[in-house]
């Protein structure tokens, strides 16, 4: 079998304006790391509502976050995704509903789709760390905000979270490193992001193994960029004295 | 809504979907156990190199995507074999992702079961060398089946996370259980309702399976 | 039948064993006693190359422990050896505990092993136990099939690295019993322990160990008469007070 190396691929013109094929890798890594702040700020909001509601001694509070998660956590990502790009517009009022069909580019409304669907996927996985953060703990420290007469919301917002998320620091990270991952399902539907922008190449120039690996070695770098910004801002969170938990 | 025009004469095809998944699923599970049974034991190995590249294929793993992998592979492994066997024999998307899920998972279990092995005291290693056993034989007789008995409801989670990750085989074009049920969906007109009973279908299998893990944790710590 | 020479270690900068030196003869019991982190455990363990050591020798049966050509695993196969937390192996059962290094290192026959298990598990009380798992038996009885354990491979020489401080008060006895039975049957045996009435009764030497250097080594009632050194005295005088 024949295959022709060619390195210098990423440099020759695409034929489109004046790009050369790298540019193609940029945009994507863009539209990816768009995709994933903007899932990831939802997921944190959201999973960080519903990890509280877990922790709280309420049952009604609890099961909802719980039944939120089961569903979460058990439909493929994928169909998920199928799911909010091709089921819900059609529930949605019809002038929410037109605007993503019609007003708006197919991508804005791909990028819409991807980020809400990674978004209350990982608000699933959020919520379980930030329940085990709270839950780690010690129980005096509730007490303790309580008996100074603060009000509960004031407990988990001065006390309790505070600590939480510097246990959870690691889990979090390896969260976001998960979202932009995760994201590159949304070349499934259409969404210009790295891996789409890798398989456009490989379509287009034939030096699939270059292709391929360097969209690869992207990803790669890019998880180990954020996997080590995010054990220096750790260190520089960390309370003296304090025990992280599942830190390594 | 969820109105279906002939979902009996679906069935069938839902059901041989079902066989590819459950296939896949199983021998990449098989697979992937075993490759990263050896990845730990070469990560936790006192050889530097064997431990540095078993290290190095574990993180690698780890931080590229899934569908990465699978769309590459698609493409790489029937390239591959054709040079190492120096035939041209075409090799099916499905042996493709099967290679990619194999490979992938690996370096997940690997991490599960490098744990797992950490977590036996060094005074069980002690007592198996004490005794005149060599090191295949300490792992093999003492060490991992400890550690395979502590790791059994991890390995079980992540099996049900490979289980919900065999439906990105879609993007290559095997035939498992929700690409047909999207294909179903696409020729009746009703991509809607498919894709919802796809999501159900998923849902009840690994929630019941995550209950069932769940149980099997409780009972074990006891 | 154990000769230690001139053993040092090293743990990277701190030195955990210093220059020691020491034999036990064939038939001859010795205590190996001291303050904890005097490095006695240490030196136990190089005895079967469970640690490794920088600079000596150790020679067991003739054989150098410390030579890389050694067969370290067949060397072990021949020393029995009984630890501080009993370390049965919780996965198997009594017998499959005694029996499994006699199946897959010695190549005896499952009979074979069983029924050898099984006569040694009689000998230490515990015929009755002998389908159960570790998890169900007392600290005392756990050892005590530890110590069935090394015998089944039926060893040149036991070593005993602190075998009773894990274990509750009213079960030190039962060990020591079956322990002081092996001597008087004329097994070779290096002790660390801390249990001076087992070291009376049947030691023939007590060697005293501080900051990893062998400071005294003796013949048991000179040893229990006047020792020599400071250290040991004090060690003797806190020991003893209890």
């Known amino acids: 079998m024949h295959y022709h190396w060619d390195w210098g691929v990423f440099f020759k013109p695409t034929g489109v304006g004046s790009e050369i094929y790298l540019n193609w890798f940029v945009s994507g890594l863009m539209m990816t790391l768009g995709v994933a702040l903007s899932a990831w700020v939802i997921a944190l909001v959201l999973g960080t509502v519903l990890g509280v509601m ?20 058990n439909v493929p990502l994928l169909v998920q995704l199928f799911v909010w790009y091709y089921v819900i ?23 819409i789709t991807v980020t809400v669907c990674l978004g209350l996927f990982t608000a699933a996985r959020v919520c379980e760390q930030v329940r085990t953060g709270i839950q780690a703990l010690p129980k005096g420290q509730s007490n303790a905000g309580l008996a100074l007469g603060l009000p509960l919301a004031q407990v988990y917002r001065h006390v309790l979270l505070p600590q939480a998320f510097r246990i959870i620091i690691p889990p979090l990270t390896s969260e976001f490193l998960n979202i932009i991952k995760n994201s590159s399902v949304a070349s499934l539907v259409a969404l210009p992001e790295l891996l ?38 750790e260190k520089r969170l960390r309370v003296p004295g304090l025990i992280a938990l599942g830190g390594k | 809504m969820l109105h279906f025009s002939d979902l009996q004469g679906s069935l069938p095809g839902l059901w041989e979907g079902m066989k590819v998944t459950l296939q896949m699923l199983i021998m990449a599970v098989l697979g992937g156990m075993i490759l990263g049974t050896l990845l730990a034991l070469a990560r936790l190995s006192h050889n530097k190199v064997l431990a540095a590249l078993g290290g190095a294929y574990v993180t690698y793993f780890r931080s590229i995507p899934l569908l990465m992998v699978i769309s590459w592979f698609y493409f790489a492994v029937p390239l591959i074999i054709g ?30 079961v490098r744990a797992g092995i950490q977590a036996i005291s060094r005074g069980q290693m002690n007592a198996a060398y004490a005794l005149g056993m060599t090191y295949g034989q300490t792992m093999r007789l003492v060490v991992l089946p400890q550690a395979f008995r502590k790791m059994t409801p991890l390995l079980l989670q992540q099996s049900i996370i490979l289980f919900q990750d065999t439906s990105l ?31 159900a279908v998923y849902f009840v299998i690994s929630f019941s399976a995550s209950r069932l893990v769940k149980h099997l944790q409780k009972r074990m710590t006891v | ?42 030196l136990i363990k190089c005895v079967n190359g469970l640690e490794g050591f920088q600079q000596g020798t150790i020679t067991v049966d003739g054989i150098s422990v410390g030579d890389p050509k050694t067969n370290l695993p067949k060397l072990r196969s021949r020393v029995g050896m009984v630890f501080q937390h009993f370390e049965l192996f919780p996965h198997l059962t009594i017998t499959e505990n005694l029996a499994l290094a006699q199946i897959k290192v010695l190549g005896r026959s499952k009979d074979a092993a069983i029924d050898k298990g099984l006569k040694l598990l009689d000998r230490v009380g515990l015929k009755a136990h002998a389908h159960k798992h570790p998890g169900q038996l007392s600290g005392g009885q756990q050892q005590r099939v530890a110590i069935a354990r090394a015998l089944a491979m039926d ?14 008060p009213e079960m030190i006895n039962e060990v020591l019993d079956v322990m002081v039975e092996l001597a008087k049957e004329g097994m070779t045996m290096m002790c660390v322990t801390h249990e001076m009435g087992f070291a009376r009764k049947v030691a023939n030497r007590v060697i005293f160990m501080d900051r990893g250097q062998i400071i005294e080594d003796a013949k048991k009632d000179e040893f229990f008469g006047s020792p020599r050194s400071e250290r040991a005295q004090a060690f003797l005088s806190k020991i003893l007070a209890h």
């Open chain 1, 54 to 73: 877990r922790s709280l001694p309420g049952k009604i509070a609890s099961r909802i976050a719980g039944a939120y998660v089961d569903l979460f956590r």
């Open chain 1, 89 to 111: 517009p059609d529930w949605l009022p019809d002038n929410l509903s037109n605007w993503l069909k019609q007003d708006i580019s197919p991508v804005t409304n791909a990028f």
């Open chain 1, 196 to 233: 789409a922008q890798t398989k456009q190449l490989v379509d287009f120039t034939a030096n699939q193994f270059e292709a391929y690996t360097v969209g690869t070695l992207i990803y790669f770098a890019v998880n180990m960029l954020l996997m080590f910004f995010m054990r220096w801002v």
């Open chain 2, 83 to 112: 040079w190492v066997t120096g035939t041209n024999r075409p090799i099916g998307a499905f042996t493709s992702c099967l290679v990619a899920f194999t490979m992938f998972e690996a370096a997940y279990y690997a991490e599960i």
């Open chain 2, 169 to 199: 085989v879609y993007a290559v074009g095997v035939l498992d259980f929700f690409n047909v049920a999207y294909s179903k969906g696409n020729i009746t007109g009703e991509l809607q309702q498919y894709i919802l009973l796809a999501g």
């Open chain 3, 1 to 42: 039948m154990i000769s230690i020479k001139n053993v040092s270690k090293w743990y990277g900068d701190f030195q955990v064993l210093t220059d020691c030196s020491t034999e036990v003869q064939k038939g001859e019991v010795v205590v190996v006693c001291g303050p904890s982190g005097s490095g006695k455990s240490t």
């Open chain 3, 155 to 168: 060893p040149i020489a036991m070593l005993f690295d602190e075998p009773t401080s894990a274990l509750d």
